[in-house]
């Protein structure tokens, strides 16, 4: 998917963390090997530190990015009726 912040649109990938959250992903800092991976398997690539560039660091418009992906992260915890009462 591509980040949807004005003037951005820098093709993002969804990582996971050892924390098991999803981290927006330069999709230019992932190696072949995990594009190959990513084709093989129907499944979401662990963020490597010091290797993967999360997205936040360099969105062009991060506070932009930020909402966005706030939402985002709402609407799929809604549909699976989580509810986040602590915030
Ligand atoms: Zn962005």
Same mark, same amino acid.
């Given at each position: 998917? @591509?980040? @949807?912040?004005?003037?951005? +649109? *820098?093709?993002? $990938? %969804?990582?996971? *963390?050892?924390?098991?959250?999803?981290?927006? &992903? !330069?999709?230019?800092?992932?190696?072949?090997? !995990? %594009?190959?991976?990513?084709?093989?398997?129907? +499944? $979401?690539?662990?963020?490597?530190? +010091?290797?993967? *560039?999360?997205? /936040?660091?360099?969105?062009?418009?991060?506070?932009? %990015?930020?909402?966005? /992906? !706030?939402?985002?992260?709402?609407?799929?915890?809604?549909?699976?009726? $989580? &509810? !986040?009462?602590?915030?």
């Amino acid at each position: 998917m @591509r980040c @949807r912040a004005k003037n951005c +649109g *820098t093709e993002i $990938i %969804f990582t996971l *963390t050892k924390n098991n959250k999803q981290m927006p &992903t !330069d999709a230019t800092s992932l190696t072949e090997e !995990d %594009f190959k991976w990513l084709a093989n398997n129907n +499944g $979401i690539l662990s963020f490597r530190y +010091g290797e993967h *560039t999360s997205h /936040y660091g360099t969105c062009r418009n991060p506070e932009e %990015f930020r909402k966005n /992906y !706030d939402n985002l992260s709402k609407q799929k915890s809604a549909k699976r009726g $989580i &509810t !986040d009462s602590n915030k």
